[in-house]
């Protein structure tokens, strides 16, 4: 997949400081996945969920929400947000 603003969230999580090698990690993956649908997302993360037009992915244990538009068509993965679980409940993100 290619990953459009890896950039940002590269920064997003060293803002965090807490999860940059899993985000690392997470890159490392969906760069090299070829996902076509959810199911295939759920085939290497079973706890990604589709809410409204993004898909959720938990990371560091469930204490972060990354936020991605996944454009399965063309294989591209568009970085949203990276919120703690906290910032995700509030929903604000939603209004965005």
């Known amino acids: 997949m290619r ?29 090299t996945a070829r996902w076509r649908s959810l199911t295939e ?4 993360y079973p706890h990604a969920d589709p809410v409204g037009d993004v898909t959720v992915f938990n990371s560091k244990g469930n204490d972060y929400r990354l936020l991605v538009g996944m454009d399965y068509q063309w294989g591209r993965v568009y970085v949203k947000h990276l919120l703690t679980h906290a910032e995700y409940d509030k929903g604000e993100w939603k209004k965005q």
């Open 41 to 44: 997302v759920r085939g290497t």
């Open 3 to 31: 990953i459009i603003a890896e950039s940002r969230l590269k920064r997003m999580a060293e803002g965090r400081g807490d999860c940059i090698d899993q985000v690392a990690a997470w890159i490392r993956i969906a760069r």
